[in-house]
């Protein structure tokens, strides 16, 4: 005697309630990683103009004696100072938001992948750390003074909106940080076998002009400027090919040969 056929509905009951089941944690994962920002958030917002005068000091330390920041919309001196307060809180809240899109993905992944993901995202977190510092230290310092230098034939008074000086330094944070990825990205492109470490050397040159043209978009447009995104790009895609030698060097399996087996 034959089994009963299966019957459908009920499979689709299943996948419909697993589906739900997934929307559910899904949105109780993003409900506690909002959560976590948020109380970092109303954790620093008492402290939010000192953090917006740490933020605006590179400008305000290169300034000319007369140059000042202004306000130019009637809720700015406050909403600026919240924004980038909420922004500084979502940085410092990341690892819990990463690990929480971890917990969520974590179950579909197979051991080799879980073994990836953990080292590279958390390496990434690292490197966008130093990008936005590297924009924070040594970026902004320069192209100020720069710009200041510029405007000082003109006889124009310098003066610079906060609004407006808050989307370049996102810009330049945002611009920065994604420029400090090049290693892991290399690495990605080696161990998928997108590229090979030797036609990662074989396009330099083609990686030396397009690092000319992305700083040259991205940067004010002077030659120093443009140098200060462009060389550390190249030097991270070097980076990036030694780190890719070393760590897809290391997983790639011995090949035995046939003759060295043994038939027995």
Known sequence: MSAPPPNKSE????????FMSHLVELRNRIMRAGIAVIVVFISLVYWAPNIFHLLARPLLQNLPKDGKMIVTDVTGSFFVPMKVTMMVAFVIALPVV??????????????HEKKLVVPLVSSS???????????YFVVFPTIFRVMAHYNAPLGAEMSTDIDNYLSFALTMFLCFGI??????VVVLLVRMGVLTIAKL???????????????????????????ILAVPLMI???LGIIAARLIVGKDKPKIV???SIDPS
């Open 201 to 227: 050397k074989q396009i330099r040159p083609y990686v030396v002009v397009g690092a000319f043209i992305v700083s040259a978009v991205v940067t004010p447009p002077d030659v120093l400027s443009q140098l």
């Open 257 to 259: 040969e046939a003759d």
């Open 11 to 18: 499979g689709d009951g299943q996948s419909e309630e697993t």
């Open 236 to 238: 991270l895609y070097e």
């Open 98 to 111: 990463l690990y929480q899109i971890w917990a969520f993905i974590a179950p579909g992944l197979y051991m």
């Open 125 to 135: 977190y690292i490197l966008f750390l130093f990008g936005m510092a590297f924009a």
């Open 179 to 184: 420029t400090f990825e090049v290693p892991i």
